[in-house]
């Protein structure tokens, strides 16, 4: 398949380990943020949000912080599996002027390498 | 219940040509929003078309542009092609009341040579 992100910063992990990939925003009033999982071949799939609000939000084995002072986001994989091998990428949500048009601004990703 | 669809999956198309590419959003859903992703980076905002419209656009030149249906299906159109141009093109489907989680397709694959 097509290789995403041949130059991205890589984070490896033995499986079962836990894993922390970190993001850093730029705009303050981004009020909606979003990671995303994207394989090779394949687009952008929807891990899990956090709105401003929040500081925390937890689903199924992950976990999103965000630190609106610092402006920073982070995403952990508790027990990282052969299979959360992909490029990971944070998007902060823009508006689009008034109303409820907005557009996903992206990281630049980090590749998560999963050794047995 | 169908997903966002793109088509075709791969293109190969000469400098100065020009390019269509198509997408289908996930069912229930009215906005689709484009985006260009270079190897090695984040997909990029192209631009949003909601009720047929253009409704935002990012840093894209005019070579650039698009369609949507009445279906709610979208097209993008480059015109006079770059090698610079090459990129995974994807496309993302949302709905515009409130829910903000847009759903991206697997987007084409577009080599300029």
């Known amino acids: 398949g097509e290789s995403v992100g041949l130059h991205l910063p890589t984070l490896s992990v033995q499986e079962g380990d836990n894993s922390i990939i970190n993001c850093a925003y730029s705009?303050?009033?981004?009020?909606?943020f979003i990671w995303y999982k994207q394989e090779s071949g394949k687009g952008p799939q929807f891990i899990i949000d956090?709105?401003?609000?929040?500081d925390k939000r937890q689903g199924q084995r992950v976990t999103v912080l965000l630190n609106k002072t610092v402006k920073h986001l982070s995403l952990q994989i508790a027990a990282t599996q052969p299979g959360d091998s992909a490029v990971y990428f944070c998007?902060?949500?823009?508006?689009?002027?008034?109303?409820?048009?907005?557009?996903?601004?992206f990281g630049t990703g980090t590749r998560l390498q999963v050794t047995l | 219940d169908a997903g966002v669809t793109q088509s075709p999956t791969h293109l190969i198309k000469t400098r100065g040509q020009q390019v269509t590419l198509r997408c289908s959003p996930k069912?229930?859903?009215?906005?689709v929003s484009w985006y260009q992703q270079a190897l090695g980076q984040g997909p990029q905002f192209i631009f949003q078309?909601?009720?047929?419209?253009?409704?935002q656009r990012g840093n894209f030149p005019d070579r650039f542009s698009g369609h949507q249906f009445p279906n709610y299906s979208s097209e993008l159109n480059v015109n006079a092609l770059l090698l610079g141009d090459s990129a995974l093109y994807l496309c993302?489907?949302?709905?515009?009341?409130?829910?903000?989680?847009?759903?991206f397709g697997p987007g084409t694959r577009l080599t300029v040579t």
């Open positions: 956090i709105r401003s609000n929040m």
């Open positions: 993302a489907s949302s709905l515009d009341r409130g829910v903000y989680e847009q759903y």
């Open positions: 069912s229930g859903h009215d906005t």
């Open positions: 998007a902060e949500k823009i508006p689009l002027g008034a109303g409820t048009a907005s557009k996903l601004t």
């Open positions: 705009n303050s009033a981004s009020d909606y």
């Open positions: 078309y909601y009720e047929e419209e253009e409704r």
